[in-house]
């Protein structure tokens, strides 16, 4: 009997076990399909507010970004887990190595690589100027003066830096690039600077909304790469998942379902050779 007993205690405390570890678990944002469980799952995060690379829908993370980082995920050999974080926590979870990596149509430059590493380059942009039609906005120099709305930490903001100067009051620096937009669409701003294809695609989607996008040549290339903690070793697979989706024509595929046109991946190639 008391044998008996123990071990349907053991069976009772082992069943419990098994339904807390293979129970159905919280869904997690971003979760497309199920995981693969002899695969490792990487941690991924994101700032979720930059539509066409990665937006919140439902309550599921969509965007170009994020079709591209599972397909290379898996190419590797990878599962992935994505997360909404927001942009200035995801460079602290990358410096703390408490994410695997961030896909954040985030650009590859100096500054952040004495922080970060990053993967080989995966899409051109510059910054643009959004304004509304009628403004006598017409060139980055015609910013001086003017209340200019940027999303804080970004290039964007260190764009309209270069041209205010480093501490003027009129640059607003928002915690994410559709708050910037909405303090122009409120009056609370002149102009919104941010990466061309996100301000391009926001005037596409509300024509109503009588916004126009202005180039300034002046406004430097830039371009977007997966960024790691320093030292990871996920790089270097990564990298070659990548230059392998370039050559077998998933990115192409998955680059014209976003955008409608083809990516020019020679000169995304020719860059790995800086
Ligand atoms: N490309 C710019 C940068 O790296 C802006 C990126 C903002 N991305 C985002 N998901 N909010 O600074």
């Not at 993370?61 to 994020?66: E, T």
């Not at 609370?188 to 109503?208: G, Q, R």
Request: proline content about 3%; glycine content about 6%.
């Amino acid at each position: 009997m008391k044998i008996f007993s123990k071990f349907s205690l053991f069976v009772l405390l082992c069943s419990i076990f098994l339904l807390t570890a293979c129970g159905p678990s919280e869904p997690t944002t971003g979760e497309a399909k199920e995981l693969d469980e002899d695969k490792v799952t990487l941690r991924v995060v994101t700032d979720a507010a930059y539509t066409p690379f990665e937006y919140l829908e439902g309550d599921g993370i969509k965007g170009f970004d994020i079709d591209f980082v599972r397909a290379v995920a898996e190419e590797a050999g990878y599962n992935v887990k994505i997360e909404h974080v927001s942009w200035d926590p995801l460079f602290e979870e990358i410096e703390n190595k408490d994410a695997d990596l961030a896909v954040s149509a985030i650009t590859i430059n100096e500054d952040r690589k004495q922080t970060y590493d990053f993967s080989v380059a995966y899409f051109l942009s510059t910054n643009k100027i959004l304004v509304l039609k009628d403004s006598d906005i017409k060139s980055g120099e015609d910013l001086e003066g003017k209340v200019v709305a940027v999303q804080n930490g970004t290039t964007a903001k260190e764009t309209v830096e270069a041209i205010l100067g480093k501490n003027n009051q009129d640059i607003r620096k928002f915690e994410n690039n559709n708050l910037a937009i909405q303090a122009l669409l409120n009056g609370k701003a002149d102009a919104v600077v941010a990466d061309n294809t996100v301000l391009e695609e926001y005037v596409k989607k509300n024509p109503e909304k009588d916004l126009m996008v202005i180039t300034d040549k002046s406004f430097a290339e830039e371009h977007y790469g997966f960024m790691f903690p320093k030292g990871s070793g996920l790089k270097e697979k990564m990298d070659k998942a990548i230059d392998d989706l370039f050559d077998n024509g998933s990115f192409t595929e998955i680059y014209q379902q976003w955008f409608g046109t083809k990516p020019d991946i020679e000169y995304l190639k020719e860059l790995q050779n800086e």
